[in-house]
C-alpha cells in the first residue's frame, strides 16, 4: 500500500480520546501539553455517531482513553454504542474514578476489557510519579474490583530510570493481581514526557538489565502472564513502525473530535486534520490531508525509499522525526543511518548520567 490513490485497507482500531481531564500528573504523559478544556468536547451524541462510523468503516477494536475517560460520565452509553457497533471494547484507565459498581455497570454495557495503569510497584514512588498521594492503593482496589466483575485485566506500567530497577516486582503485581497481561512500555518522549527528558531517561546499562528481567519471565511464565514490551527509540538501532504505520492501523479520535493518524500528529506544523464534526471517519481516513501525507512510502527520502526495512517499520516516527530533527519528513533519528542518531544516542547517555532533575507537572510548572 503506498500514497493516495491505492485501495486503502480499514483501521484495525480507534482510539477514542474521550477526554484530556485525568486526576492525575504522570510527567511523561504524551497527551499535548496544551489540552482541551471540558467544553470542547464532544457531546454523546457525537461520540454515539464515532462509534457507529468505526463499525461501519470495518474497524473491530475501539480503544477508549483519555486523559481519564471514567471522567466522562456517559461512559457507559459510550461503550454501549461501541459494543452495538461491533466493537471490541478496551477501556484504558487510571482506575481512580471507577469502582466496583461502575465497573459492573461497564461490563453490562458491553465492556470487553480493562488496562489498567500502575505507575511503580510500590506507593511511595507509585505516588510521587502519579502526582496524587493514595493513588496507588486506590488503583490496587479497582485491579482487584476489575477481576471480581470477571473482567480481563491487562496492567501497564510506563517505566523510566526512577522505577525500571522495580520490573521484577511489577512482573511480581501483575500476577498477584491476576492479569493477565502486563504491558512495560519504556517512557515515549513526546508531549509531557519530553518536557521531562532528562528526569525519565534511563541509562543504557538500566535498560539492559530490565530488558533481560523481561526476557527471563516471558520464558518462565509462558502460559501464565502475557507480557509486552515496548522499548525505548532513543538506544535502538532501528525505530519501530510507530502506530503499526501511519495511518495504517490506527485512526485516533481526539476529544474535540479531530481526527488524527497519531495521538501527537498535531505536533506536525502544515498538516490539516479533518473533525467528526464535518467529515466522515471514512472519507478522513481514505482521503483526509493528514492521513494521505506519510502513508506507505511514496513519502519516503533515502534512506528509508531504497531500505528493506521500509514496509517493517514504515519509516519509525513522524512526530519523533519533526521533534528532534525539526523535520517530520526526516528520516526518524532513532535508525542508525540517520546523520542524527549518535547525537541522539549522545543525548541519552548524557541525560542519564546526571542527576535526575525534579519532574514538572502539569499545573505547578511551566
Ligand atoms: Fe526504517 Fe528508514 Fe531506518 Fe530503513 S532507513 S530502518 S526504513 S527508518
Ligand atoms: Fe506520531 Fe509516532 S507519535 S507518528
Not at 478522513?284 to 531504497?306: I, K, L, N, Y
Request: hydrophobic share 45%.
Amino acid at each position: 500500500m503506498a500514497g493516495s490513490t491505492t485501495q486503502v485497507e480499514p483501521p484495525l482500531a480507534l482510539l477514542a480520546e474521550l477526554t484530556h481531564r485525568c486526576p492525575l500528573r504522570c510527567p511523561y504523559c504524551s497527551n499535548p501539553t496544551a489540552l482541551e478544556g471540558r467544553s470542547a468536547e464532544l457531546p454523546t451524541e457525537a461520540w454515539l455517531d464515532v462509534m457507529a462510523q468505526a463499525g461501519r468503516l470495518g474497524a473491530l477494536q475501539v480503544h477508549i482513553s483519555g486523559g481519564e475517560p471514567a471522567a466522562r460520565r456517559d461512559l457507559e452509553a459510550l461503550v454501549q454504542g461501541a459494543r452495538a457497533a461491533g466493537l471490541y471494547t478496551n477501556l484504558i484507565t487510571s482506575g481512580l474514578l471507577l469502582d466496583r459498581a461502575r465497573l459492573q455497570r461497564l461490563k453490562d454495557a458491553g465492556l470487553d476489557h480493562v488496562q489498567l495503569s500502575v505507575q511503580d510497584s510500590e506507593p511511595v514512588g507509585a505516588d510521587r510519579i502519579a502526582g496524587l498521594d493514595g493513588a496507588h492503593a486506590r488503583k490496587l482496589e479497582i485491579a482487584a474490583a476489575v477481576r471480581a466483575t470477571g473482567l480481563p485485566l491487562t496492567l501497564n506500567a510506563v517505566v523510566h530510570r526512577r522505577n525500571i530497577a522495580h520490573v521484577p516486582d511489577l512482573i511480581a503485581l501483575a500476577l498477584t493481581l491476576d492479569a493477565a497481561r502486563l504491558e512495560v512500555a519504556h517512557a515515549q518522549y513526546y508531549g509531557w514526557g519530553l518536557a521531562n527528558r532528562a528526569a525519565l531517561m534511563p541509562t543504557r546499562a538500566q535498560l539492559e538489565a530490565a530488558t533481560a528481567e523481561v526476557d527471563a519471565a516471558r520464558a518462565r511464565l509462558k502460559g501464565r502472564l502475557v507480557i509486552d514490551y515496548v522499548t525505548p527509540d532513543y538506544y535502538a538501532r532501528r525505530p519501530k513502525a510507530c502506530m503499526g504505520g501511519w495511518a495504517r492501523r490506527f485512526m485516533v479520535v481526539a476529544p474535540d473530535g479531530a481526527i488524527l493518524p497519531c495521538h501527537a500528529a498535531r505536533t506536525i506544523p502544515g498538516l490539516e486534520f479533518p473533525n467528526v464534526r464535518s467529515t466522515t471517519l471514512a472519507d478522513a481516513w481514505s482521503h483526509g490531508d493528514a492521513f494521505v501525507r506519510f502513508r506507505g512510502t511514496d513519502w519516503m527520502q533515502e534512506p528509508c525509499r531504497s531500505c528493506d526495512r521500509r514496509e517493517v517499520d514504515w519509516g519509525g516516527c513522524r512526530c519523533q522525526a519533526l521533534a528532534i530533527a525539526g523535520d517530520a519528513d526526516a528520516v526518524d533519528p532513532a535508525c542508525a543511518l540517520s546523520p542524527l542518531h549518535e547525537a541522539l544516542v549522545a543525548l541519552a547517555e548524557r541525560e542519564s548520567a546526571g542527576a535526575p532533575p525534579p519532574y514538572r507537572y502539569r499545573g505547578s510548572d511551566a
